[in-house]
């Protein structure tokens, strides 16, 4: 068919033998490239049923050898990895990689996967740009000094003796392994050379250290044995360099006993530097990061007074202090879909109209706050970034809102749209106004559009008394709000609450697919078929724990992709 041959996968065992065409297969109906134009095409219903079908048997063939470590692929550290590696490597508090090229999404849909981790000739540039930004404010930190600076030339020692003594300091730190003299010795050469073209003792030391930072033992992920699984739980969970801890117990062949890493995870959990972690996984997830960019919502609405820039940073980082929370607190992560408390300041307390007990004392700072009966802000769909994130700047969008469910939330994205889709049709001037869902109702008149809007839009309908800055309204289009909605299957809903509910009903979904996506992050590669064998063995026992956050990052770093060794495979 359109130059596919079934016969490839006419057989359900031929996906063990060729899983390729069987991905291929899928991919072709999902996109609605086969059959091809004028051939008789099947329901979406139909497509879905075949997607299914075909997910579940190269699941079953890749999961018939067990649970496998999978590919480890060689990576660079990404803009903000660099970024934060250099500040704890210098102890520099700036930007210093803020010039470097944006990364964009690979893997599970995030941007530290290896896949588009490649070095560009921009890249190179940049590095080589940064590194000598870098020593130059080092060089003038006293901080920074100190930490670099572990020797001088003085009696009984010669000034190459006190570079060879930096070097030995600062190499396995960088590299983020042990360093043998003779690597040392190269980067000493090239402080001897330096001193020989007149170059003061100091600015010569920098100018070796420099040439480090450039190296592609520090810019890519490499290390060997257990010093991998040091850099690969620092990363994961601190977005940085491993610290003296890790290193030792990674030297003393101590770092992959599993009651070590359990106490190493939640030690990292509730250091500051998990922040970094909470930030970038919640903002690619639920892609709340464009809010500072493209999708920077319409301000003008907001009411005179109001401190927009402080009311758009709390709106921004809510979802991340609630994750870091349920995280520190043990709690579920069905939390994430329902709550009776959420993060609050007082620019945000301004923003619900209703009052929060926060901390008189604080009230600017962000705080676990608990929420009044009713007033439907459990939760993140009832946060103001993923509600802004899912609109227009100046109108809410249900099919936005429910494709980000059914994406983000519940890991069955809707199909593609079918070519040549007309616009939504805009309000004319002078005409009445009508509300978004009356404009919808319009659109889904066309046949075209029907079929998916049926799937994506009911749980967006239930989202509509949120505007598109998450402010709470009755009305729109000065029409009170409806906010009923029926699913393909029949079962009625209306509103936030009602739609907590099915969510709900809908955990399994929502836990594989967030096992899914930080699998993803924390490995920084996409998923294979195999990994689902591995996401399987979590759920089940995040599951066994009653859905404990906290148990469910354990779980992660205690799989057999994440440590690395065919042993813990075979258990």
């Known amino acids: 068919v359109g130059g596919f041959s079934q016969a490839r996968v006419k057989e359900a065992s031929s996906f063990g033998s060729d899983a390729h065409s069987g991905v ?30 075909v ?32 500040q704890d490597l210098l102890d520099l508090h700036m930007d210093i990689g803020g010039s470097l090229p944006a990364d964009g999404a690979g893997g599970e849909g995030f941007d530290n996967a290896g896949e588009t981790l490649f070095l560009s000739p921009l890249h190179a540039e940049k590095y080589l740009e940064t590194a000598r930004q870098a020593m130059d404010y080092a060089a003038k930190e006293f901080k920074s000094r100190k930490r670099l600076l572990v020797a001088t030339p003085g009696e009984g ?14 190499l396995p730190k960088a590299f983020r392994r042990p360093v043998m003299e003779a690597e040392a010795n190269e980067y000493v050469a090239l402080f001897r050379m330096a001193r020989s073209k007149g170059e003061e003792f100091e600015p010569a030391v920098f100018y070796m250290l420099r040439a480090v930072l450039v190296s592609p033992h520090f810019l890519f992920r490499n290390e060997p044995g257990q010093y991998a699984l040091a850099s690969r739980l620092s990363y994961f969970l601190w977005g940085s360099m491993p610290d003296e801890l890790l290193f030792d117990l990674a030297a003393q062949k101590k770092l992959n006993r599993p009651e070590v890493l359990r106490a190493l995870v939640d030690r990292m959990l509730r250091h500051d530097r ?53 995280l520190n607190r043990k709690l579920s992560l ?35 706050a608990a929420l009044p009966p009713g007033t439907n802000r459990g939760g993140i769909l009832g946060m103001p970034a993923v509600l802004a994130v899912s609109s227009y ?53 066309n046949a075209t559009c029907a079929g998916c809007h049926n799937r994506i839009d009911p749980m967006g309908f239930a989202l509509e008394n949120y505007d598109p800055l998450g402010r709470w309204r009755d009305e729109d289009g000065g029409k009170a709000v409806d906010n009923s909605a029926e699913m393909n299957d029949g079962r009625k809903f209306a509103g936030p609450a009602e739609l907590r509910t099915v969510l709900l009903e809908k955990k399994e979904l929502f836990v594989r697919n967030l096992t899914n996506k930080m ?53």
């Open 24 to 53: 291929r297969a899928r991919l072709r109906v999902e996109n609605h490239e086969m059959p091809p134009k004028g051939a008789p095409a099947p329901s979406l219903d139909a497509r879905e049923e075949f997607a299914k079908f």
């Open 519 to 571: 699998l993803g992050y924390a490995l920084g590669r996409g998923l294979t078929l195999a990994d689902s064998c591995v996401v399987d063995a979590i759920v089940e026992e995040v599951k066994q724990n009653d859905y404990n956050a906290a148990k469910w990052i354990e779980a992660i770093v205690l799989s057999a992709p994440f440590r690395g060794e065919v042993e813990v495979a075979k258990k």
């Open 157 to 170: 020692l010669s000034e190459e003796a006190a570079a060879r003594r930096i070097a030995l300091s600062f």
């Open 274 to 326: 998990s922040q970094n972690f909470a930030q970038r996984f919640i903002e690619q997830w639920l892609h709340t990061r464009e809010l500072s960019g493209d999708k920077r919502p319409d301000t003008t609405t907001l009411a005179k007074g109001t401190e927009i820039e402080e009311l758009l940073g709390d709106i921004r980082l809510q979802p991340v202090y609630f994750f870091r929370e349920m």
């Open 393 to 445: 700047p100046y109108r809410t969008s249900p099919g936005r809102r429910g494709a980000l469910i059914l994406d983000a939330i519940l890991g069955t994205p809707p199909p593609p749209p079918p070519p040549n889709v007309p616009p939504l049709e805009e309000a004319r001037a002078g005409a009445a106004p009508k509300s978004v869902r009356e404009r919808l109702t319009l659109h889904r008149a």
């Open 334 to 368: 069905l939390t994430l879909i329902d709550s009776d408390a959420t993060i609050g300041t007082s620019n945000l307390e301004k923003h619900f109209g209703f009052k929060m007990p926060l901390d008189p004392g604080r009230r600017k700072q962000p705080q676990w």
């Open 55 to 86: 997910n579940a048997e190269l699941k079953r063939e890749a999961c018939k050898a067990g649970i496998q470590v999978g590919p480890r692929p060689l990576r660079r550290l990404n803009r903000e990895e660099y970024t934060a590696t250099l």
